[in-house]
C-alpha cells in the first residue's frame, strides 16, 4: 500500500501512533539531561484538514473528529494531556484544523535542552517541514532517506532518546528494510528507544514481521495494536500497530488504559479492539 500521511492526516492510526509517541516522549522529559528525537520519515509536519488531500478522504473524521467534545474518563484524559496540549482542541465537522504529524507535535513537547533530527526526503514535502518547522536551533532538518540516514545518527551525542520509523510503505520489501534498519541501528544503540509503526491491510505479512523481529532477540520489545473493524484486504484500512524496543516501564499499563477507550470512541463496525504483546523480555527501562 502507499500511505503518504497527507491523506490519512488525524484518522485513528494517527490518534493512536501519536498519542503514545507524546506518552513517550514525556517519560523522556522526567529527567532533566536532554534527549534525542530522530523521525525518519517525517512527513511535511502539519496538515490542513479542511483543505488538500486531508479533506478528499475526510479520514479524520473517524479518528481525532471524535474527540470533539468526548466524554474521556478522568484517567484516559490525563494521559492524553501531552497529546492534546500539542494539538489544540480536536476539531468538530467542517474544521478547519491544523493537524500536527509527528515531528510538529515533537517540537511542541520538547524543550530547550532536547533536540530533533528530522529526514524527509520527498522533495515538496521537505520544503512543507521547512516551512512548518521555522527557525527552531534545536532541529536538524535531512532531505535525505531516513533508513540509510539512521546509520549515522545512532547512537546520538545525548545518549538518550528516541527514533520512530514511521515509512509511507510505497515498498513491497518496505516490512524487511524496516526490520533491517532497526536491528542495525539497535545494535549501535541498544539503549535507545525505538518505535516502528505499521498498517495492518492483511495479516499475514505482519505475522511474518513480527515472527523475523522476535528472532533477532532485542532483549526487551512490546506491540501495541489497535483495530477500527474488521480487516478486509480490500477495504479501507482498519487496523495499525506499533513495536515498540525499549518501551518506559510505564507504557503497557498505560496502553491499556488507553486502548480499550480508542477502540471503543473510535470504532467504524463489528471486530473493533486492541493487542498487547510482550514479544521479548520485560517490557521497560
Request: aromatic letters at 10%; charged letters at 25%; glycine letters at 8%.
Amino acid at each position: 500500500m502507499n500511505y503518504r500521511h497527507a491523506y490519512h492526516a488525524g484518522n485513528f492510526a494517527d490518534v493512536f501512533k501519536h498519542a503514545l509517541l507524546a506518552r513517550m516522549l514525556d517519560y523522556l522529559k522526567r529527567k532533566e539531561s536532554g534527549f534525542r528525537y530522530i523521525d525518519t520519515h517525517a512527513g511535511p509536519g502539519r496538515y490542513d484538514l479542511s483543505g488538500g488531500e486531508a479533506s478528499r478522504t475526510g479520514e479524520w473524521r473517524d479518528g481525532i473528529g471524535r474527540f470533539a467534545g468526548a466524554d474521556l474518563p478522568a484517567d484516559v484524559k490525563a494521559l492524553l494531556q501531552p497529546y492534546f496540549q500539542a494539538l489544540g482542541t480536536p476539531p468538530r465537522d467542517g474544521g478547519p484544523y491544523i493537524y500536527s504529524g509527528s515531528p510538529s507535535l515533537a517540537q511542541k513537547l520538547l524543550r530547550k535542552q532536547d533536540r530533533l533530527t528530522l529526514c524527509e526526503l520527498h522533495p515538496d514535502d521537505s520544503r512543507a517541514l521547512e516551512r512548518s518547522i521555522g527557525r527552531d536551533n534545536r532541529v536538524r532538518l535531512l532531505n535525505e532517506d531516513g533508513y540509510r540516514a539512521l546509520k549515522g545518527l545512532t547512537p546520538p551525542t545525548e545518549r538518550r532518546g528516541l527514533v520512530l520509523i514511521d515509512p509511507p510503505f510505497e515498498s513491497r520489501d518496505e516490512f524487511e528494510t524496516m526490520e533491517a534498519a532497526l536491528y542495525a541501528a539497535w545494535r549501535k544503540w541498544p539503549t535507545g528507544m525505538f518505535a516502528l509503526w505499521y498498517p495492518v491491510k492483511e495479516i499475514r505479512p505482519v505475522a511474518h514481521f513480527i515472527t523475523r523481529l522476535k528472532e533477532r532477540e532485542i532483549p526487551r520489545m512490546l506491540r501495541l495494536e489497535l483495530t477500527v473493524e474488521l480487516i478486509r484486504t480490500d477495504g479501507p484500512l482498519a487496523a495499525t500497530g506499533l513495536i515498540l524496543v525499549n518501551p518506559p516501564f510505564v507504557l503497557e499499563a498505560e496502553a491499556r488504559t488507553l486502548l480499550p477507550v480508542f477502540a471503543k470512541l473510535m470504532a467504524r463496525g463489528p471486530g473493533a479492539g486492541f493487542a498487547i504483546e510482550q514479544m521479548t523480555g520485560e517490557a521497560s527501562i
